[in-house]
């Protein structure tokens, strides 16, 4: 019986899969569905995401995602780095 995934290995393998998606192409949300902003950090503590792009991920375009999901791989390799 395999181990469940915590929410940032989950993240980082929706990452590995983002990055193969073709530029212009919709993208997933970033969302682990534990939405807990850290006390020390405007973060989120599933996703990664500030109050601002998860509050802008709504209305934004592929490029704008793209964008976001840049940032967020290198907080999810800095959080493995970490670990």
Do not use: N, Y
Not at 6 to 12: D, E, G, H, I, V
Not at 37 to 49: I, N, S, V
Not at 50 to 75: F, K, N, Y
Request: with cysteine; proline share 6%; net charge positive.
């Amino acid at each position: 019986m395999t181990e469940p995934q915590t929410p940032w290995q989950s993240l980082r393998q929706r990452w590995q899969q983002v990055v193969r998606v073709p530029e212009g192409q919709s993208l997933v949300s970033p969302c682990m569905s534990v939405c807990i902003m850290k006390t020390d950090a405007d973060e989120c503590h599933g996703c990664l995401r500030s109050l601002d792009e998860i509050a802008r991920w709504g209305m934004g375009s592929p490029q704008q995602h793209r964008a976001v999901w840049l940032r967020l791989g290198q907080r999810i390799e800095q959080h493995f780095k970490e670990v």
